[in-house]
C-alpha cells in the first residue's frame, strides 16, 4: 500500500464538522485506511482575498495507506470536496473544506491536474506543523514545473544537475572515466532536459564540472534550451574537488572495491567516511561556493550523483538517501534565491530515467 499524506482545512462553520466528515470519507474510500491524524490547529488565512482575511481556519494532517493510484486518489478526494459543498467560484474563497494531497508515497508528478509532492507544503505552517506532531520527514523533491514558477516568482534558481547517461566506467580508471563520452541516449536525454526550461528565461549560465560528460551534459541542455554558449567554463569546485572530497584517491578505492553505495551509505547517515570530509560542514561549503559563482537568474551546474546525494542529505532536503531515491542522470539540486537573499531547496527530480543510473546493469 501506498502511504499519501492529505491537508485539510476548513473556515466555514461547522468547521470541526466539515473536516470529521471528511476524515470519514477518506477512511471509506476502497482500499483505503486511514492510519494516523494530527491534532487540529487553528491559523490565519493565507493569500485570501481581504473580504474574507477574519476566517479562520482549522487545519488537520491525514495520513491514510491505499492501494489506488495517485490520481484515482486525487480525484475522490475532489469529489469529497464537493459531497461537502465545496464552492470554487472565488479563488482562495471561504471552503467548507480543503483538501490538499501533500504527498504519496515520495511520487514526483507533474500534470495539468495534480503535481506531486505538493508543490508548496514546506512554505505552510499548517502543514509541517502536523506533520512534525506525527514524526513525519517530508522529502523536498519536486519536477521541473517547480523551476519554471520560482523563476515566474523573481526568483533566481541555480541547479546543481547530474550528468546525463555516459558508458560504463573501468574499474580500474583511477580517473573516474574523466574522458567518456555521452551515449546517444544521454545526448537525447539532455536535449530533452532543456526543452522542459525552455522559455523559462533567457538569462542562463551554465558550469561543469571538468570531466568530459559532465561538459557535455551542459553542452547539450544549452542546445535544448536554445541558449547560444560558446564554451563551457568548468570548475573542478563543482565535481572533484568539491568541498566533500578529502582524498580523491581514497574514494577512488572505495569506488573500486564494489562496496561504494555501502559505504556511501555509511558516509550519508553517519555523516563521516575515508576520502570524505565531515558532511555537514561540507554541505554548506559546497552550497556557498556554488551560489557565489552563481550570476545569472538560472544557473545549470553539472556535477556528480555522489556530490547530489550528499548535498540532499546534509542539507536534509531528503532523510534518507538510498539505491531507490538516490540521484539519477539529469536529476539536480535547486537552490532557490530569493530577492531579498533568503535561500530555499528542493531536489528536482528530472523524471527522465528510471534505476539509479538509468542504464541498468550496464552503468
Request: hydrophobic share 40%; charged share 25%.
Amino acid at each position: 500500500m501506498t502511504r499519501a499524506i492529505v491537508s485539510l482545512g476548513s473556515n466555514l462553520e461547522p468547521r470541526t464538522v466539515y473536516l470529521a466528515r471528511a476524515r470519514a470519507a477518506l477512511a471509506a474510500l476502497p482500499e483505503t485506511r486511514v492510519v494516523a491524524a494530527s491534532s487540529v490547529l487553528e491559523t490565519e488565512p493565507v493569500d485570501v482575498p481581504d473580504a474574507y482575511a477574519d476566517l479562520a481556519f482549522l487545519n488537520q494532517v491525514v495520513v491514510c495507506e491505499t492501494d489506488l493510484g495517485a490520481q484515482d486518489f486525487a480525484r475522490r478526494m475532489h469529489a469529497i470536496e464537493d459531497a461537502l459543498g465545496r464552492v470554487r467560484t472565488v479563488r482562495n474563497g471561504p471552503r467548507t473544506i480543503d483538501l490538499d494531497l501533500v504527498d504519496f508515497g515520495g511520487l514526483v508528478l507533474e500534470t495539468p491536474e495534480l503535481t506531486l509532492p505538493h508543490p508548496r507544503a514546506h512554505e505552510r505552517d499548517f502543514v509541517m506543523r502536523p506533520l512534525a506532531e506525527l514524526g513525519l520527514a517530508l522529502n523536498r523533491e519536486v519536477g521541473p514545473g517547480f523551476v519554471r514558477d520560482q523563476l515566474a516568482r523573481g526568483n533566481r534558481v541555480l541547479l546543481v544537475v547530474r550528468h546525463s547517461e555516459r558508458p560504463k566506467i573501468d574499474g580500474e580508471d583511477k580517473t573516474f572515466g574523466a574522458a567518456l563520452p555521452l551515449t546517444p541516449e544521454g545526448e537525447r536525454l539532455c536535449l530533452a532536459y532543456g526543452r522542459l526550461l525552455k522559455g523559462a528565461t533567457d538569462d542562463v549560465q551554465f558550469r561543469a564540472s571538468p570531466l568530459r560528460r559532465t561538459v557535455l551534459t551542459a553542452q547539450f541542455i544549452a542546445k535544448g534550451l536554445g541558449s547560444k554558449v560558446s564554451e563551457i567554463p568548468t570548475d573542478a569546485a563543482i565535481g572533484n574537488g568539491s568541498a566533500f572530497i578529502a582524498d580523491e584517491l581514497q574514494v577512488w578505492e572505495l569506488f573500486r572495491d564494489g562496496r561504494f553505495f555501502e559505504k556511501m551509505g555509511d558516509y550519508l547517515e553517519r555523516g563521516t567516511q575515508v576520502g570524505f570530509n565531515a558532511l555537514g560542514p561540507s554541505t554548506k561549503a559546497f552550497e556557498d561556493y556554488c551560489v557565489s559563482q552563481f550570476t545569472g537568474r538560472l544557473g545549470v551546474f553539472t556535477s556528480h550523483d555522489v556530490y547530489l546525494a550528499a548535498y540532499a542529505k546534509g542539507s536534509g532536503i531528503l532523510a534518507s538517501v538510498t539505491k531507490d531515491n538516490w540521484p539519477r542522470f539529469l536529476d539536480a539540486i535547486a537552490i532557490v534565491i530569493r530577492p531579498d537573499g533568503s535561500r530555499d531547496r528542493a531536489f528536482v527530480r528530472a523524471g527522465l530515467t528510471d534505476g539509479i543510473c538509468g542504464v541498468g546493469a550496464k552503468a
